[in-house]
């Protein structure tokens, strides 16, 4: 399917942006009306010019600050909806925190269980669902690929990191994410793409992979193995891992004619997960057919 248009995206955010400040002018008033009567007081024995700056300026800074908030909702609302209909025309459940209003559409019998799914608890099935604190996930698509049943959603996770002076920082992590329950042939495992860094200071990397019950495996493909980490159990079947990843796989990753939009996949128990860096908004739609081709070689490779 091709990518939606980025003008059908900004269309839809200006339509909810206009929406929201409709419903913000009132408490923007009133904010201004209380901090300015407020500043008025405050700035009474200072003189008319004084106060007048002042409360000028507050307004603006109020003004400003609703705008933001307003544009940042209409964007989320935006890509909510887009992300919606993209489901509704392609057959997939979709369920989101931002979902337009109204009642979901009755499914079909044959698509209930992807109506289950949609609205099932996101499990911490891998070290990424796992990792940080705040773990939420927003506009959860629930579709079938090849037979198996598949969820792509949007992953954020909080990290809170203190600077030299003792001050907390949060920051906030995202990832677009395809799950799907299978029996993978090796578990647990991970076939990371190296940042700059990491491809920079190899051996380190592979040292701190290595850190824990996992390990770093070297294969045979020098650009497999500069582009790609695969890290596993220190008991794991190397046979079956080398089987796997077979010198045609290591090559077609090597020089990224597979899945080159993905940077991540985790397997672990009976489940196997695809991610990449970012979120799927209205303007990128194209990103669910990335992770649903992602998903779909992930099952046949690690499945």
Not at 91 to 119: I, K, T, V
Not at 142 to 168: F, K, L, M, Q
Request: proline share 4%; with cysteine; net charge negative.
């Amino acid at each position: 399917m091709p990518s939606t248009p980025d003008t059908t995206y900004r269309a839809r955010r200006a339509v909810e942006m206009r929406s929201h400040m409709r419903k913000t002018i009132i408490w923007t008033a009133v904010a201004i009306v209380l901090f300015g009567s407020g500043f008025a007081i405050v700035a009474a024995d200072s003189g008319a010019v004084v106060m007048v700056a002042g409360t000028a300026a507050l307004v603006l800074i109020i003004i400003a600050c609703a705008a933001y908030l307003a544009w940042q909702a209409a964007g989320t609302r935006a890509s909510s909806m887009m992300i919606s209909d993209w489901a509704a025309t392609n057959g997939w459940a979709y369920w989101g925190r931002d979902a337009p209003d109204g009642p979901a559409p009755e499914p079909f019998e044959s698509r209930f269980d992807d109506y289950m799914l949609a609205h099932e608890a996101f499990p911490e099935a891998t070290p990424l669902l796992r990792k940080g604190t705040r773990r939420y996930v927003t506009d959860v698509l629930a579709g079938t690929v090849d037979g198996v049943a598949v969820r792509i959603a949007n992953h954020c996770y909080e990290t809170e990191t203190y600077d030299s002076d003792g001050t907390p920082i949060t920051s906030y992590t995202h990832h677009v994410v395809a799950l799907m329950s299978q029996q993978p042939k090796v578990t647990p495992l991970r076939l990371v793409r190296r940042s700059r860094l990491g491809k920079a200071l190899k051996g380190a990397d592979d040292h701190v992979a290595g850190i824990g019950r996992m390990k770093a495996v070297d294969l045979e493909n020098r650009s497999f193995n500069r582009a790609f980490s695969v890290r596993v159990a220190d008991d794991a079947d190397m046979v079956l891992l080398y089987e796997m990843f077979d010198p045609v796989l290591q090559e077609r990753l090597g020089n990224g004619t597979v899945v080159p939009e993905v940077d991540l996949v985790e397997v672990e128990g009976a489940w196997l997960m695809v991610a990449d860096g970012g979120t799927v908004t209205g303007g990128h739609l194209d990103r669910i057919e990335v992770m649903a081709a992602a998903a779909r070689w992930a099952i046949t490779t690690f499945g």
